[in-house]
């Protein structure tokens, strides 16, 4: 068995700072609070930092990141999930098309819920920076699926869930492990994933500057 790198680090620093931005802000918006939803919406803010740059990552990040080396056709996935049906090896050095569908869903799910947020308000004490540039209405409304799309995101991130257990206990794929070490030990892997750090660093200090005049000076 060869340890061959599979996800580079601003990879798998973006993937995990979203689990935690993401669990905080479920979490805050359960509770509730003026002083509670200040970090409800300082974690929006983050989030909404990270997946702009993982939309941007998926175009210019190392080969497993992109979108082009995960995304599939129909034809394609229907034959991975047809293996997995019939319980045939299915390891791969990246997402799986089902995995593909996933990220796509979360990443288009999660962009839906941090810019609805900017523009939202409870009639109450908070609002979003973003409020006073939509008539009233409009800001109801984006309210609304603001707090719909929380509960779509909860499944989501549910069916994410299942989808790893599955693979991790049915199916003894290693899936968690190599995505906190970047690594994978495999004797089918072929090559290395290049670790383009400086690219992401400055990649996602462009996103973060952006988001913070965004919400600062709009």
């Known amino acids: 068995m060869k340890r061959r790198l599979i996800w580079d680090s601003p990879t798998r620093i973006f993937h995990w700072s979203l ?3 993401v669990s905080i802000s479920f979490t805050t918006g359960l509770i509730g609070g003026f002083d509670i939803m200040d970090y409800h919406q300082l974690s929006g803010y983050g989030i909404l930092t990270l997946v702009i740059f993982r939309i941007i990552w998926g175009v210019i990040g190392n080969d497993h990141a992109r979108f082009t080396q995960f ?3 129909p034809a394609a996935t229907f034959t991975y999930l047809r293996r997995i049906l019939h319980r045939e090896p299915t390891e791969m050095d990246g997402h799986n098309p089902l995995g593909a569908l996933s990220v796509i869903s979360l990443l288009t799910a999660l962009l839906i819920q941090a810019t ?8 109450i004490l908070l609002e979003g920076p973003l409020v006073h540039l ?11 699926i603001h707090e719909t799309m929380a509960w779509i995101l909860a499944g989501l991130v549910t069916l994410h869930l299942i ?5 991790s206990l049915i199916r003894r794929e290693d899936l968690l492990l190599p995505m906190l070490r970047g690594w994978r030990e495999s004797n089918t892997l072929e090559g290395n994933a290049k670790n383009p750090r400086l690219r992401g660093l400055v990649v996602f200090s462009l996103v973060a500057a952006g988001v913070y005049g965004l919400i600062t000076y709009l």
């Open 116 to 123: 609805t947020g900017l523009f939202a308000n409870d009639d």
């Open 19 to 21: 689990v935690i931005l």
């Open 163 to 167: 989808a790893i257990a599955y693979h």
């Open 71 to 73: 995304i599939k056709g």
């Open 134 to 144: 939509v008539s009233n209405s409009t800001s109801q409304t984006l309210t609304a």
